[in-house]
């Protein structure tokens, strides 16, 4: 049918011309209602219509067969209202969990409500009680700011099928009773009660809709922290009901399955991060850390480490290790860490299961041959069963070559994969089991099954998972096991960066990045190492929301979380990059003074740590100019500049240089008590006494927004590498910081914030660079 004649037959049902053309953008809405009205006739009655499209909106692929009586029951105004609708819609759904079961109409009609009518006496009663009873007193009080929202859903608790529009009409005459009419002070709005909450979003762009789950559509953006954006943005299933979730698949066994699997968890929500220990974590995993673990909390329920260990061939010690470290790390502990491994024998039974329900068999087509969109069948497809058998069991016990068999499944995935492959043999000893297998299973075979085991009640992954969803639901049917629900959501890819394992791996043999804890990179090794906050790598995964969209941001939202957190975390500190050498020549003082210095100047009362003030104080190169343009702020030798925290405003008296390069090397200024002397148009940073840092500044490794994009990058990411992307500086700071210890974190006043790194000793103490300070570009 043409888009127009759909537009049309739209509004007949009561939309805009507006509201039909969004609808029509919606695939599964647009089907579902051209699936209605070949089931009625218009015109329909007043108010049938948007009951049709409110059912069309909610309707699950797994109750469609129901929709022609959904569709009559509207027409015939038995279902004449959302409410009544939502209530048949629910139902429909029970009984679909139950395969082959009879829709009972009888049961039906009670459960909606059918012929039940609320009379105006029986609204005007209920109303009258809860406005002259439960609600008066703060009536009187609050008058026409109260939210009478409040009183309808208790009312609505009670007559379930009345009228939404006669319950409004009745609340609002009630209160009009009570109150008279509304006064000048009524119509005032509310004064503001905090402002805070909004602040720290400026720099979050909007996180895009994405029409693949139910979950996707309700997390329409982000939220400031991950228990906010998990409990008020997020709405997935609840435990054992898996079956009302789009696209679940129910067979004969599904009910006792559910029953069973509640039996064991309580009811409790359990979920998994299941990573391969072949490379170390990123920041898109931080944002699995954080959704896995982050809805397990908020739900009170539980949360699995599994490490993927299905291919011996790229796992190492220490990826085991830094993983863990970086889930703890985020702040997250796992209620247990388990392995796919631990259930390799498990698989290899049920792959047997498989092969003698005639749904796997060994195939020794090989791999280059299965490579692309369209491989040959397979000419082993339908060989005996028995013949499977005793060739699985000869590569399980080492019979055949490397390459020469593998076992698939009998089934074509959504993205058009014919038959993927179950086991495939490796002659290589595994971390755990050793030589005890020379089988293993591959992640499409393992993913599910461990879930199953695990009894996982939302199995969470990226959108990329998206095709592999009807291997994962056919597998477990096929077993007669335990089927969880698997939710994809978007991947979060980060711009000017790489994560890929094997192209980081390159970055170092080629020696342009140290290792995988490289500040430079996005790995998160490297954002620890260059003194992330945990929290704010948390914060900004909840602002980046749970939707099906994929996300691509730029480093400077990651880096304005991270200003967050540190601005209210870090203490500030008194530092120089590039020292310039200043002697007061009436220091007024007969020795070197201690100063207290609060840790925050905002916020006095957080502590405070002692600095020296002495003759030789250094300040910053940069902090003078012989001659300044017009709108300089700080020292020249016609300018005077204040000292931080020092009481002194110090005006320069000569000018020492280098004889033979001219640079300026040396200042000898006077002082005035900066009560005394006449307010200068800035105050710079110093120290005196100092100790020496070693200061590691970094920049962007990329130059360009997508460094593997041959469009944009034809030369390959390492041609796309950045000019001076780390500089190392003999910085000079004040004593209070001679005792730190590595990830210590600092703000440098007016430079930016630091972090302790690993590398500091106690003969050199080393700092990097972690962000600047905002911007201010009317600073000079």
């Known amino acids: 049918m043409a888009g127009e004649d759909l537009i049309a037959q739209f509004q007949q049902l009561g939309m805009s011309e ?16 051209q699936l209605a009205l070949t089931q009625t006739k218009l015109p329909l009655a007043e108010g049938a219509g948007m009951l049709l499209y409110h059912m069309a909106t909610k309707l699950k692929p797994q109750a469609a067969e129901h929709m022609p009586l959904l569709v009559k029951y509207i027409a015939d105004r038995k279902l004449d209202n959302t409410q009544r609708v939502d209530a048949a819609l629910e139902y429909v759904l029970r009984c679909v969990q139950k395969k082959n079961s009879s829709l009972d109409v009888a049961e039906l009609e009670r459960e909606c409500g059918v012929g039940v009518v609320v009379t105006p006496e029986e609204i005007e009663r209920v109303v009258q009680q ?67 909450q909004t602040k720290g979003k400026e720099n979050v762009k909007p996180v895009l809709n994405a029409p693949t789950t139910d979950a996707a559509a309700e997390a329409t953006d982000g939220a400031n922290t991950i228990a906010e954006l998990m409990k008020t943005k997020v709405h997935f299933h609840a435990p054992g009901e898996n079956y009302k979730t789009d696209g679940y698949v129910v067979t004969d066994h599904t009910e006792r399955l559910l029953k069973e699997h509640l039996q064991r968890t309580g009811g409790r929500v359990q979920t998994r991060f299941p990573p391969e220990p072949n490379g170390i974590l990123h920041i898109g995993h931080a944002k699995a850390i954080n959704i896995n673990f982050g809805y397990a909390a908020a739900q009170n329920g539980i949360c699995y480490l599994r490490y993927d260990d299905t291919n011996p061939e790229k796992e190492e010690e220490k990826f085991f290790v830094g993983i863990r470290d970086m889930v703890e790390w985020l702040g997250y502990k796992p209620y247990k860490v388990t392995h796919s491994s631990d259930n390799f024998q498990q698989l290899y039974e049920w792959a047997v299961v498989l092969i003698r329900k005639g749904l796997a068999y060994v195939c020794h087509q ?170 704010a790598i948390n914060n900004f995964c909840a602002q980046m929301g749970v939707t099906g969209a994929q996300i691509s941001v730029d480093p400077a939202m990651l ?93 320069v008296e000569q000018v020492v240089r280098d004889t033979s390069t001219g640079e300026v090397t040396e200042l000898v200024c006077r002082c005035e008590l900066a009560e005394q002397a006449e307010k200068p148009k800035a105050f710079v940073q110093w120290v005196s006494q100092p100790i020496e840092l070693e200061v590691r500044l970094y920049e962007q490794l990329f130059k360009h927004k997508n460094p593997e994009d041959p469009n944009e990058v034809p030369g390959g990411f390492l041609s796309d590498i950045a000019e001076n992307t780390m500089s190392v500086l003999r910085a000079y700071a004040d004593r209070a910081l001679s005792c730190v210890k590595a990830y210590d974190k600092f703000q440098f006043e007016r430079i930016g914030f630091f972090s302790v790194d690993p590398d500091t000793t106690a003969k050199q103490i080393v700092f990097n660079r972690t962000v600047g300070l905002k911007e201010d570009s009317g600073k000079k």
């Open 559 to 651: 880096e304005a979380a991270v200003r967050d957190v540190l601005n209210v975390s870090a203490p500030r500190r008194l530092v120089v990059l590039q020292p310039l050498k200043v002697t007061i020549s009436n220091f007024p003082h007969a020795k070197a003074v201690e100063l207290q210095v609060p840790d925050f100047p905002q916020n006095p009362g957080q502590g405070t740590h002692q600095i020296t003030l002495d003759r030789v104080v250094y300040i910053e190169h940069s902090d003078f100019k012989l001659d300044p343009e017009k709108g300089y702020r700080r020292l020249s030798p016609q300018q005077s500049v204040g000292l931080r925290h020092a009481g002194l405003v110090i005006s």
């Open 366 to 535: 090989k791999a280059e041959e299965l490579k692309g969109f369209n491989p040959p069948p397979s000419p082993w497809r339908e060989r005996p069963v028995e013949e499977s058998l005793q060739l699985f069991e000869d590569m399980k016990r080492g019979k055949i070559d490397e390459g020469a068999a593998t076992l698939r499944l009998k089934l074509t995935l959504e993205e058009g994969k014919v038959d993927p492959v179950a086991y495939r043999i490796k002659f290589i000893a595994h971390h755990r089991t050793g030589s005890a297998w020379c089988i293993y299973p591959t992640y499409d075979y393992t993913h599910c099954l461990c879930d199953s085991i695990e009894q996982i009640t939302h199995s969470l992954c990226t959108k990329e998972f998206q095709s592999r969803r009807s291997s994962y639901y056919w597998l477990c049917n096929a077993l007669d096991i335990y089927c969880p629900v698997q939710w994809e959501y978007g991947r979060l890819n980060m711009n000017y960066a790489l994560v890929s394992k094997r192209k980081i791996g390159k970055l170092i043999t080629e020696r342009i990045v140290h290792d995988w804890d490289d500040p430079r990179l996005f790995t998160l090794t490297a954002l620890r190492r260059r003194g992330f906050p945990a929290e």
């Open 130 to 196: 809860k406005i002259k009873g439960t609600y008066k007193e703060i009536l009187l009080q609050q008058r026409y700011h109260f939210n009478a929202f409040k009183i309808l859903q208790e009312v609505r608790s009670e007559l379930k099928w009345a009228d939404a529009k006669s319950l409004k009409a009745a609340i609002d005459v009630e209160i009009f009773d009570l109150l008279g009419p509304k006064t000048e002070a009524d119509s005032k709005p509310l004064p503001k009660q905090n402002d805070k």
């Open 18 to 33: 507006q509201k039909a053309k969004e609808t029509l953008k919606n695939v599964n809405v647009t089907r579902n209602l």
